[in-house]
């Protein structure tokens, strides 16, 4: 049986998103993205994370609307593959390369820990 949603740290969403090269400190105004209540918090998270530092606030105010119409119907109780999926897909549709959801299965998760939050686990 597949576990249920756990929400994952922000910080390491956050490490992805600055990873993608998606900050862009000449941005203007920020786009203002909102997820649907019925959202599993990380969705409302890297949403909120897109809307501030996607380097294209128009572009994360259409795409991402969007993006959530099309992938964003989650069941009520969405396991951690579910949510990964509908997350990949929403960032793919940003179009924006070096742009993904992490998990713990995937060493990518692991390599952007070490990188970003070297200073949590040094002795």
């Given at each position: 049986?597949?576990?249920?949603?756990?929400?994952?740290?922000?910080?390491?969403?956050?490490a992805?998103?600055?990873?993608?090269?998606?900050?862009?400190?000449?941005?203007?105004?920020?786009?203002?993205?909102?997820?649907?209540?019925?959202?599993?918090p990380?969705?409302?998270?890297?949403?909120?994370?897109?809307?501030?530092?996607?380097?294209?606030?128009d572009?994360?105010?259409?795409?991402?609307a969007?993006?959530r119409?099309?992938?964003?119907?989650?069941?009520?109780?969405?396991?951690?593959?579910e949510?990964?999926?509908?997350?990949?897909?929403?960032?793919g549709?940003?179009?924006?390369?070096?742009?993904?959801?992490?998990?713990?299965?995937?060493?990518?998760?692991?390599?952007?820990?070490?990188?970003?939050?070297?200073d949590?686990?040094?002795?």
């Open positions: 049986m597949p576990r249920a949603y756990r929400p994952q740290r922000p910080s390491l969403v956050a992805a998103i600055v990873v993608a090269g998606l900050i862009w400190p000449g941005a203007g105004p920020l786009a203002q993205v909102e997820a649907p209540r019925a959202a599993p990380l969705v409302q998270e890297v949403g909120r994370l897109v809307s501030r530092y996607f380097y294209d606030p572009v994360a105010r259409r795409v991402w969007e993006a119409a099309a992938h964003g119907d989650l069941p009520t109780d969405p396991t951690d593959d949510v990964a999926a509908a997350l990949q897909a929403m960032l549709e940003l179009g924006a390369s070096h742009t993904g959801h992490y998990t713990q299965g995937e060493v990518a998760y692991y390599e952007l820990l070490d990188i970003f939050a070297r949590d686990w040094a002795p």
